[in-house]
């Protein structure tokens, strides 16, 4: 890949700075198909992801209903906006790292659902009386990920199992209970004091935490059993956008 596409894919954060453990995120480079099942069982192979739970969910959620441009490529896609849909094996990483937290019954909070793709796998995955929330704070493109989800999935709205809202994500969305799983798709300078109020008590949470151009960190944070103690672990450095506000992201300054 030429250096400068490299550079540009890691400023937007869609890979992870090359460590031993980011091994298999480099061969996902590799794991491009020409159908959404041929992405999927390549992803499989480059194994960032092992869950038979996951595949179910990836192939019933074709990734072409969520972008028209090379939906099979695992490479980000710009969606409008200044907005991307980030490469597939990013999203199967993020539910490989949530999978023990998106079982059925369970309430997750998409932060910055952006296409919708990820909000409606973690749907597939905690159906059929889970919940879950994808928060979006561009309106129009809140509007679009619910036009992608609906050509397939629009059981998923009519029976409650997910919503799209617009807000900022940085402040989440507090329900009953708290959340099961909590992922988010920027990163934050420090990681958002309402984002960990609102984990339940055994909960996870996946953020990119850093400083915009600086050295950012994707975490591992979980809530213990009885909601008293916080750990957190750094599974990969990353470079990310930032999760900032809805006139930084469409003015760029």
Known sequence: MPLKITQFLFALG????????????????????NTNAELVANLRKSRIFTDDRIEKAMLAVDR???????PYQDSPQGIGWNATIS??????????????H???GA???????????????????????????????????????????????????????????????RLGHAIPGG???????????????PLIDQ??????????????????VFLQIDKSSNGQEITKKVIEHVIYVPLTSKSHQIGGS
Request: proline content about 6%; some cysteine; hydrophobic content about 40%.
């Open 107 to 169: 309430r997750v909070l998409d932060v910055g659902s952006g296409s919708g793709y990820l909000t409606a796998c973690f749907a597939r995955m905690v159906a059929p009386n889970g919940k879950v929330i994808g928060i979006e704070h561009i309106d129009q493109l809140a509007d679009v990920s619910k036009v992608n989800i609906q050509k397939h999935h629009s059981d998923m709205f009519t029976s409650g199992l997910l919503e799209i809202i617009v807000g900022d994500g």
């Open 102 to 104: 998106l079982k059925p």
């Open 14 to 33: 869609f890979f992870t700075l090359p460590t031993k453990r980011s091994f298999h995120f480099a061969m996902a480079w590799r794991s491009s198909g």
């Open 64 to 70: 072409g209903d969520f972008t028209g441009h090379l």
């Open 87 to 100: 490469a597939p094996h990013m999203h199967a990483a993020a539910l490989e790292g949530l999978k023990d």
């Open 179 to 193: 959340y099961t799983a909590i992922h988010v798709g920027a990163a934050a300078e420090t990681v958002p004091q």
């Open 199 to 216: 984990m339940a008590p055994g909960g996870r949470m996946l953020i990119p935490v850093g400083p915009q151009h600086g050295n950012q």
